[in-house]
T-cell receptor
Framework: AQSVSQHNHHVILSEAASLELGCNYS??????LFWYVQYPGQHLQLLLK??????LVKGIKGFEAEFIKSKFSFNLRKPSVQWSDTAEYFC???????????FGAGTRLFVKA | DAGVIQSPRHEVTEMGQEVTLRCKPI?????LFWYRQTMMRGLELLIY????????DSGMPEDRFSAKMPNASFSTLKIQPSEPRDSAVYFC?????????FGDGTRLSIL
């Protein structure tokens, strides 16, 4: 069965610190990978996505993620976080041939000003 | 462009009552998804439609839940009878490709 594992449930950082959120997935075929962000009280928004090609994907607001196929990982990174990055981050996967998307449990990031 | 529109934004009702959540997808999108989000279980896919046809309803928790999509611009998720454990935020999302666009959600509280 498909699954998505996010390693950290809660992360607390100071402004300007670097961020890396781990995501591993379990799926036997070709996948599409996503990171979504949910700001407090808001809906999920797409941060970035990987379908194929360059495994280093750049998204909005300075975020990037790297797909490492051999490790079944798609970690999210940002070199310098801001207070406004405080939110919950979800890693998600669907198969290249399907639309059913599996979401990870989410990582709550709190950035101290 | 209008995004995915859900109504109501908040619903508070007593257990045993029927609850109907509504969703208007983005025009032109051919996939529609219903999710439930709780602290304990995270974001769960309940059901999704393609071209108004239900494709996978394996996430629907039990027979008290039902979903319909009578046309390309409207879908409902109904709970009858409602129970306190149904309290959650229910999101609708739509897509044309693989990236989903989410509505603002309906925060449902069953007393």
């Amino acid at each position: 069965a498909q699954s998505v594992s996010q390693h950290n449930h809660h992360v607390i950082l100071s402004e300007a610190a670097s961020l890396e959120l781990g995501c591993n997935y379990s799926y036997g075929g070709t996948v599409n990978l996503f990171w979504y962000v949910q700001y407090p009280g808001q809906h999920l928004q797409l941060l970035l996505k990987y379908f194929s090609g360059d495994p280093l994907v750049k998204g909005i607001k300075g975020f990037e993620a790297e797909f490492i196929k051999s490790k079944f990982s798609f970690n999210l990174r940002k070199p310098s976080v801001q207070w406004s990055d405080t939110a919950e981050y979800f890693c998600a996967v669907n198969s290249a041939g399907g639309f059913k998307t599996i979401f990870g449990a989410g990582t709550r990031l709190f950035v101290k000003a | 462009d209008a995004g995915v529109i859900q109504s109501p934004r908040h619903e508070v009702t007593e257990m045993g009552q029927e609850v109907t959540l509504r969703c208007k997808p983005i025009s032109g999108h051919d996939y529609l998804f219903w999710y439930r989000q709780t602290m304990m279980r995270g974001l769960e896919l309940l059901i999704y439609f393609n071209n108004n046809v239900p494709i996978d309803d394996s996430g629907m928790p039990e027979d008290r839940f039902s979903a319909k999509m009578p046309n390309a611009s409207f879908s409902t998720l109904k709970i009858q009878p409602s129970e306190p454990r149904d309290s959650a935020v229910y999101f609708c999302a739509s897509s044309l490709g693989k990236s989903q666009h989410f509505g603002d959600g309906t925060r449902l509280s069953i007393l």
